[in-house]
Structures are given as C-alpha cells and as structure tokens.
C-alpha cells in the first residue's frame, strides 16, 4: 500500500504475479491460467501503457460465490486466454483492502446494481470504473449471460464506444467521490437522532424470528447496537427484548456451530436455520460483546454459556503464531458449502452410540426445501432453554461430535491476522473476560495485542500480517479499533501502559489520516499512493464504520484521560461525521451509535483494596457500552484520574465516583448502592 517509484516503461511479465503476495486469498489464485495482478501502482501504470481496460476482480477467501466463479472461469484455459488478450487483470483481497473494495461497490451501486462478492468490475486505463456486476457464470444461466460473452461485448464497447464509456466512468467517479469523500458541513448533535433511527429499527424487526424482517438474516450489529443504547439511554425495554429475541433465536439456529462455537457469517432464510458456513473474526467478536451485555442485563445463563463456547472456538481454531487471531474459516471443504458441519443421522448414532436418544431430546437435524447437503444441527426455544438447563449432560456429547468432526477435511482458514478484526475481538476478550472473571480470556486478548503492537515499523501498526509478511500502512479503522481494545484492556489489567499505547495510536492517526480542516478522517494513509480516491470510511459494513470507531475512540479516551483538547477533538469528528451520515443513516448507524456516546460519555472511577474488592466486581458485572472505569488502588498515589473539574479523589478509603459528562454524582461507598446507580 505505500506507494513505490516505477520505472517509466512498465514490464510485468505476461504471467500470474499472485505467488508473492500476502494475502491467502490472492495466493489461492496463483496458479491460475489468468495473467493476474495484485493492486500496485505497477498493475496501474500496465493498463495505461497498454491502453487496455482493467477487469478488477474483489472477493475474500471465506466467500463461496467467489470460489465458484474461480473454479468456473478463472481455471479454465480458454476464459483465462480471453481475459489476457483483453484486459490488465487485477485481483484484490477485500479485506486486505477495503479502501479499493468500497470505491467499486459505490461505483456498482451507483448503477442500480445489488452489490456483493465476488465484485466484478470494469475500469478504464486510469483505473475510473465504468461497468460491472457481482458473479457471472461461464456459461449463461441464472438470467445471467456467460463470462466470456460478458468480456468480449466489453471489449468490443469499449473499442467502439470509448468516449462514452469514458464520459460514463467519469460521472460515476464523481459520483462515488461525493458519496464517499465529500466534506458535508457539520450537524447539530441531538438525543432525538438515536431515539428516531431506534424507532425505524424496531420497526424492522421480525417480532416471531428476530433479525430484521426476511431473508437473508444477518447479525447486523450496528443495528442491534443501536436498540441496545436506546433502551440503556431511553428506558425502551421493547427495543431491548428486540435484541434478546434475536440472539436467542440466531443462537437456536444452525447459523449458530452447536458442536464447535462461533458464528457463521449469515443465514439464507429467515429462520436462522440455512448459513452460508464461512466464520468470520468480526461477526463472533460482535456476537461476544452483544451476549455479554444481555448476560449481565438478564443473568440467562445461555448468554454466558455461548460467550464460552465461542471463545473456546477462537482459541483451538482461529489463533495464529503470536497470539493474534486469523480473519475467518471458509464455507466449503473438499469442494463442498457446510460438509465439515452437517450431519446425517447414521453419522451421529456412530459417533453418540447409546447417547443417541440423549442428543436429539436437545437438538434435531433440519434440512429444508431445496437444501442439497446433509441436515444442519439447531434447536427449538424449548431444546435450547433445556440444554442450557442441563448443560452438563451435553458436554461429552459435544465433545464426542467434536473429535469426529476433528477428523473430517478442514475448511481453509484464512491465516492473515487483520489489525482491525482484531482489535474488535481483543476489546470483547477483555470485556467478558472482566464480567465473568476470565482472567485467561483477558491475557489472550494481551498476548494479541502485543504481537500486533511489536508487528508495527516507526511507530506505524501494519494493515495485515500473515506469517512474516506485513502490510503497511494502517488504515484509520486500525488505529481507532486498536485504541478502543487498549482502553478495554486499561479497564481490565488498570495497566497505565494501555493507556499510553491508546493515546500513540490517536498521535499517529492524526498525523497520516486527519483530514486538512481537521474536521474528521481519511479511511487511507497520506501515503497510501494508489488509491483512486481518498474516502472517508464512513459506511458501515458488516462491522462499524471506520469513522463510527474513531468518533468512539476519542470519546472514551478524552473520558479516560480528562484531557480536553481530546474532547474537542472528538466533538468536532462527531458533529461532521453526522453531518455526512444524516443523509444516510441506516448505512451509518455505527455513527449514530458513537455520536451518542459523545452526546453522554459516562466515566466511573472507582478507589478498592485490590486484593479483596467490593466495588470492582460491581462495575465488571455491569458492563455498559456507554462508559470508561478506572480502577485505583486504595493508597495510591501515582496515576490518580482526574475527575471533572481537576478533581483528585481521595485514595485513603474505598468509593466509587459515577460522572456524566462534567457532572458526578456523589461518593458511593456500599456495594449495593453502586450496583443500583448502575442498573437505574
């Protein structure tokens, strides 16, 4: 990503170049027949010389779609031969570069088109899109005209018809620059605007089977984030038994793994029941941190329970060398979408013997219409409600189930280590490692965060890692991820070095992201060369914006430090980040969500003996997006947090100080008092 000096004349050699990159999901393309670049000024500076269109292919490598499209045509000898006659063909890993991926789904959808992967996109020589769409099959089904059809009339427009197309390409870069780059003037920050998009979520819930109403059914945690803090902040229970009725139904269903742990990225019906299998990093980090809220708001033991289960998932499957966290597990394995995770009912009566009748009193096999693989394992609100009950008669049926499945092919794991993802997953470890006093959970999520930390070059975190590879520069989403994970990990350890790292990270996004007014943020780096346009980050897409984790990092840092410059710095991010995001709010909730916690940041500081606390275990039982805590040794002198005002607390005995905003209520010495502030 940071930009190299080319020599005048381009030469890449006429072959594949994907061998040497560090991404698995390019080197699962280096032996195809295509002539395949990676995204590189070089590649770029190709297609001009030649004059020749670019054909820009995104996906990941837990994308089913993508790996269908790849066995179909990018395999194939006589549509790899089209392609390279034609087009300068560039491969980009989404998530290795999201800033490309954003720009070109803008573009898609700027031409009326559904959006999705594999992202298939035509350009002209200067990289301006002008023509694509999502998945083509080699030969014409599905209404959709074959692959090679589509690149020869391609090409023959583009021969034909160039001005035009170039008009075209230009009208939809300005367009996407406008949607993705503009400098909105700021808005007003208001309570009504949480209150308002919480009330079109709730209309959009599925009051019989959770999620938003239809299919496909994804987790949409920005959205549940948005019901969670109008119930915290308005008292408006039916938004919070909203986001309890999702969890426990997508938790019932067969997009939950009831034999392994973790999540899988989406169902594709409205029941919970059908999952495209790939498991991805960020959707069980998201799915940690919602399920320990509802467990300490409801004391339901099925929120605790699948926290551990999918934590134990993160530790046997998803740890890479260093302590860090891969990004996903692919859907298929030997050719097959789900094969490691279903199961017939001759395949559990051989692994479960006599407990046979034991398993299917908790669980039942569901293949529905249409289905073509083996049936899926969920449970009905009753088995679920009963297996929690009974939860230790099933563990050696799990486990048996587990060691069966250990011996089938292995989906392919995506290996690279993203900064971003990660620190999403190590602010959930320390969250419910506090709450349910998992202090191995809290080390876990340390050990990540420190290799990520030491993988980082003059004072600059990496993009990527993947083994010895290092994919420099950062974008804005993992500076701001990695800020909040090192105040999650303040809270958790009371270690003043998160909080140093926390404000170095903040130093080193303004100096390469902040943007000219300084106004708000670049998703890229100033020296990220190859970018065609510069963009925001604003949009949320399976995860919170960039900008959404950005507007929350000041907030909770300015809370932590008291340092006003940091507040002001986090109230003018988020007055036009909103301005930007009141023309499009459901694509921008995870805004919504920060600049409410700007409006109303809480902060509780807490003085107790550290070897037999009262207060502490309070505070960890309660957890609330809302607010930073700040542990003090009863006696310390060194590192005493300011509260507003400049005030220093007493340390000579212990108390708990609640602030909103500039303003703390008094002293509170009793346990019980403290945990009544905190559920009022």
């Known amino acids: 990503m940071r930009p190299k000096k080319e020599p005048s004349i381009v030469t890449l050699p006429a072959r594949n170049l994907l061998a040497e990159e560090a991404s698995p999901y390019l080197q699962q393309h280096s032996d195809n027949p295509v002539h395949w670049r990676g995204w590189s000024p070089a590649a770029l500076a190709e297609a001009k010389q030649l004059g020749r269109p670019i054909l820009l292919s995104i996906g990941y490598a837990a994308c089913h779609w993508c790996h269908v499209m790849a066995h179909e ?15 300068v063909n560039i491969k980009v890993d989404r998530e290795e570069r999201p800033d490309i991926d954003q720009i070109y789904m803008a573009a898609l959808h700027a031409m009326g088109e559904q959006g999705g992967w594999p992202l298939t996109m035509f350009l002209t020589p200067d990289g301006k899109p002008f023509w694509g769409g999502t998945y083509f099959p080699r030969e014409a089904r599905y209404g959709r005209p074959g692959f090679i059809q589509v690149l020869e009339a391609v090409d023959k427009a583009w021969r034909e018809k160039q001005r035009s197309l170039a008009e075209i390409a230009d009208g939809l870069t300005a367009h996407v620059e406008q949607r993705l780059a503009s400098a909105t003037g700021k808005a007003v920050l208001d309570r009504d605007t949480l209150a308002d998009l919480a009330t079109r979520i709730g209309g959009m819930i599925d009051r019989d089977l959770g999620g938003l109403k239809g299919a496909p059914k994804f987790p949409n945690a920005p959205f549940m984030h948005t019901l969670w803090l109008s119930w915290l902040r ?12 999702s969890l426990e ?3 019932a269903g067969g997009i939950y793994d009831h034999v392994g742990g973790g999540l899988s990225r989406y169902s594709t019906d409205a029941e919970w029941l059908v999952p495209h299998f790939e498991k991805m990093l960020y959707d069980n980090a998201q799915l940690i941190r919602l399920c320990n809220w509802a467990h300490a708001a409801t004391g339901n033991d099925l929120f605790r329970i699948r926290i551990e289960e999918t934590v134990g998932w993160l530790l046997r499957e998803m740890l ?75 563990a050696s049926l799990r486990a048996k189930l587990l060691g069966v499945r250990e011996g089938r092919v292995r989906p392919g794991r995506d290996g690279k280590a993203l900064t971003d993802w990660n620190g999403l997953m190590i602010a959930a470890l320390a969250e419910a490692g506090r709450s349910l006093g998992r202090r191995d959970w809290i080390d876990a999520a340390a050990k990540a965060f420190g290799h990520i930390v030491e993988a980082g070059q003059d004072g600059r975190l990496p993009h990527s890692m993947l083994g010895a590879k290092r994919l ?31 404000r170095q990270f903040i130093d080193e996004l303004d100096r390469w992201h902040l943007d000219e007014q300084k106004s708000g943020y670049w998703l890229t780096a100033s020296d990220s060369g190859d970018v065609p346009i510069r963009i925001r980050g604003d949009v949320d897409e399976a995860i919170p914006s960039a900008t959404s984790q950005i507007v929350e990092a000041l907030v909770r840092l300015s809370s932590l430090t008291g340092d006003l410059g940091l507040w002001e710095k986090a109230w003018t991010t988020a007055e036009h980040a909103m301005g930007r995001a009141s023309q499009q709010a459901y694509g921008q909730a995870g805004i919504v969500n920060a600049c409410a916690l700007a409006l ?30 700040i542990v003090v040794p009863v006696g310390s002198e060194a590192n005493r947090p300011l509260l507003p005002g400049g005030v220093l607390p007493p340390t000579d005995k212990a108390g708990a100080w609640f602030c909103s905003g500039q303003v703390c209520m008094p002293v509170v010495t009793n346990a019980g008092e403290l945990e009544k502030l905190l559920r009022r």
């Open 600 to 629: 109303e940041p809480l902060k509780l500081v807490i003085v107790d003996e550290p070897e037999s606390p009262s207060l502490v275990p309070v505070a960890n039982r309660n957890p609330d997006p809302r607010r930073v805590d």
């Open 320 to 394: 890479v060398e260093g302590g860090a966290f891969a990004a996903s597990l692919d859907a298929d394995s030997d050719g097959e979408e789900g094969l490691f995770y279903t199961w017939n009912r001759d395949e559990v009566e051989a692994a479960l013997g006599d407990d046979t009748s034991t398993f299917f009193r908790y669980f039942e096999l569901a293949a529905p219409h249409g289905w073509e693989g083996k049936p899926i394992i969920r449970q009905s609100e009753t088995q679920q409600a009963q297996g929690i009950a009974d939860y230790a008669k099933l």
């Open 73 to 87: 045509s990018f395999e194939n000898d006589a549509v790899a031969a089209v392609m390279n006659r034609l087009y």
């Open 472 to 502: 420099f520069p950062a974008l804005s989403s993992d500076y701001a991820a990695m800020t909040n994970a090192a105040i999650a990990l303040f809270e958790a350890t009371g270690d003043p070095a998160y909080s140093d790292r926390a």
């Open 234 to 245: 308005d008292g408006e229970a039916a938004h919070r038994d909203a986001v309890l009725a």
């Open 249 to 251: 139904k997508m938790l």
